[in-house]
């Protein structure tokens, strides 16, 4: 039972780095979600995809990009890391649009220095 | 906007205790609203889902109501263990929003429970 994976599980950047961080589901989830959690902070959410092909901006989408190339994988791309970055992010993912459940995976967590 | 209050931020009570943690939400048109829990340095457990069609959902020793009107949700947990201790938060499914499905999260109440 994998669910959602998340690689890595940690990484330390220094300013001006560029990584992926990666997300696969085995569950045939249409819709996936990438949120950020800073301490004492609820979840806010940076972009999502209701399908392969199909992306769009959350509440906090600057500094980040996405590609949904298949339903399985929807990898998180910063392209020039600042220390504002450092969090942890979620990825999750949901079968059906209104009242599916939420399943997320572990968290990476990113340090930017 | 949608916002999700959780109170209190923290919350600490011996074993046996029963409880309950509280979510409002200021937009009472959700679609759904899901407890979750998580631990340290670990993602995001589902523990209930409920429809904005249901007053109430149960799993084992924990109970979550609905009051959509009043724009309330608590999560009741019976006979506490050590082990519960963890941040539960809620998130609801806002209004008639289509696009993605979005949830907005509360920021959690973490919760110790004393052996």
């Known amino acids: 039972n994998a669910g959602v994976t998340q690689t890595p599980k940690f990484r330390i950047l220094k300013i001006g780095q560029s990584m992926t961080l990666q997300c696969t589901q085995d569950?045939?989830?249409?819709?996936m979600y990438w949120y950020r959690q800073d301490p004492g902070m609820g979840l806010k959410l940076i972009y999502y995809?209701?399908?392969?092909?199909?992306?769009d901006k959350g509440e906090v989408p600057n500094g980040y990009n996405v590609s949904r190339s298949t339903t399985e994988d929807f990898p998180l791309r910063l392209e020039l890391a600042a220390p504002s970055q450092t969090s942890v992010y979620f990825c999750?993912?949901?079968?059906?649009?209104?009242?599916?459940?939420?399943?997320f995976g572990e968290g990476s967590r990113l340090t930017v220095l | 906007k949608q916002e999700v209050t959780q109170i209190p931020a923290a919350l600490s009570v011996p074993e046996g205790e029963n409880l309950v943690l509280n979510c409002s939400f200021t937009?009472?048109?959700?679609?759904?609203l899901q407890w979750f829990r998580q631990d340290p340095g670990k993602g995001l457990t589902s523990l209930l889902l409920?429809?904005?069609?249901?007053r109430e959902q149960t799993s084992g020793r924990l109970n979550a109501s609905l009051d959509k009107s009043s724009g309330r949700s608590t999560l009741y947990i019976a006979a506490s263990q050590p082990g519960d201790s963890a941040t539960y938060l809620c998130?609801?499914?806002?209004?008639?929003?289509?696009?993605?499905?979005?949830?907005?999260f509360g920021e959690g109440t973490q919760l110790t429970v004393n052996p």
């Open positions: 998130a609801v499914r806002p209004g008639e929003e289509t696009s993605g499905s979005r949830l907005t």
């Open positions: 937009d009472s048109a959700i679609y759904n």
């Open positions: 569950m045939n989830h249409n819709y």
């Open positions: 999750a993912s949901r079968k059906q649009a209104n009242t599916g459940e939420l399943f």
């Open positions: 409920i429809q904005s069609s249901q």
């Open positions: 995809s209701v399908g392969a092909g199909i992306t």
